[in-house]
Each structure stands twice: as structure tokens, then as C-alpha cells.
């Protein structure tokens, strides 16, 4: 009897059987979910950061533009500027990095160009074009709303993909 027993334990394994088979697939499964996830989460934050870092640069390049040339963006015969222009104001000087800047002199972002233009204060101080105004357009709402987070805006009635950022000012609008 206790030889029958020991040959029916210690039978020869010819291969694995389908449920062992299942059982590895749903694992590999549930960890490339997971590995998705979190790659899709890392790089949507790794693009976030890259704006917003480079929304600090043009701010910075952009008072001192104005602190230089007055506080009028428009090109002005006053003080002879050309009035404020991405590529010879910020990316020849080292101010902002010349390879986030396209040749209509717009600002590369990891979903396309943002566009910059001189703008009135969204708050109505001043005269004149006295403020930049920056125009993001990004791949879809949620990537929208993360960035209006970053930048201190509400995201709660964010409805399109478009931000608007007034530099000087540092405020946001959807």
C-alpha cells in the first residue's frame, strides 16, 4: 500500500498544467496595469514640470525685457524697441533655451507650441500691452487641469485644453 502511495506522489511532472498556466498570465497582467499606470502618470508629471519650469524662465526673461524696454510688449518708437520677441530677447541672451523655441519664435511644450503674445493685465491695471500672455494648449482636459493645479488655478470648471497664463501677473485662466 505505501508503495502505491509514493509512486502516485512522486509521479513524474510532464509540463504545467492550465491552471498554473492562468494563474502567471493574470499576474504578468495586473503588474503591466499597474506598470502603465504609472509610467502614464510619471511622464504626464515630468511634462508638467517642464512647463512650468519654463513658464519661471520667460517670467524672469520677461521682467527683465520690461524692466530694460518699459513696460509696453509692443514695439514702440519711444524707446526703439522692436517690442518683445522670444528668440532674440530670451533665447540669444541665455535667458530660456533655444531649443524650446520654434521658429515663429513661440514656446515648444511637450503637446505642441504655446503661443505668447503682448496682452492687456486680466486685471485691468496699466495701459497698453504691459503684459504677456501665454497660451497652452495641451493633449486633453485632464493633462489641462494638472497644469492649472501646478500653476495655482481652480480646475474644477476646466471644460477644454486650453490655458491661458498672464506671465507678469502669474494668473492663470481656462
Same mark, same amino acid.
Given at each position: 500500500m505505501s508503495q502505491k502511495i509514493r509512486t502516485l506522489f512522486l509521479k513524474k511532472q510532464q509540463g504545467i498544467g492550465l491552471l498554473e498556466l492562468m494563474l502567471s498570465l493574470a499576474i504578468i497582467a495586473i503588474l503591466l496595469v499597474m506598470a502603465t499606470r504609472y509610467y502614464l502618470s510619471a511622464s504626464t508629471s515630468s511634462d508638467i514640470n517642464q512647463v512650468v519650469s519654463d513658464l519661471g524662465a520667460l517670467t524672469s526673461c520677461a521682467a527683465n525685457w520690461s524692466n530694460t524696454n518699459g513696460p509696453s510688449f509692443d514695439k514702440s518708437t519711444i524707446t526703439g524697441?522692436?517690442?518683445?520677441?522670444? !528668440? @532674440? %530677447?530670451?533665447?540669444? @541672451?541665455?535667458?530660456?533655451?533655444?531649443?524650446?523655441? %520654434?521658429?515663429?519664435?513661440?514656446?515648444?511644450?511637450?503637446?505642441?507650441?504655446? @503661443?505668447? %503674445? +503682448?496682452?492687456?493685465? +486680466? !486685471?485691468?491695471?496699466?495701459?497698453?500691452? !504691459?503684459?504677456?500672455?501665454?497660451?497652452?494648449t495641451t493633449n486633453n482636459t485632464s493633462q489641462a487641469k494638472a497644469l492649472l493645479l501646478r500653476l495655482g488655478g481652480d480646475p474644477k470648471n476646466q471644460s477644454s485644453d486650453t490655458i491661458t497664463y498672464y506671465l507678469l501677473e502669474q494668473t492663470v485662466s481656462s
Open positions: 524697441s522692436s517690442g518683445f520677441e522670444l !528668440t @532674440t %530677447d530670451c533665447g540669444d @541672451t541665455g535667458l530660456f533655451p533655444t531649443t524650446r523655441i %520654434d521658429s515663429n519664435g513661440d514656446m515648444i511644450t511637450p503637446w505642441g507650441t504655446a @503661443t505668447i %503674445d +503682448p496682452s492687456a493685465p +486680466p !486685471t485691468g491695471g496699466g495701459s497698453g500691452n !504691459t503684459e504677456l500672455k501665454v497660451t497652452i
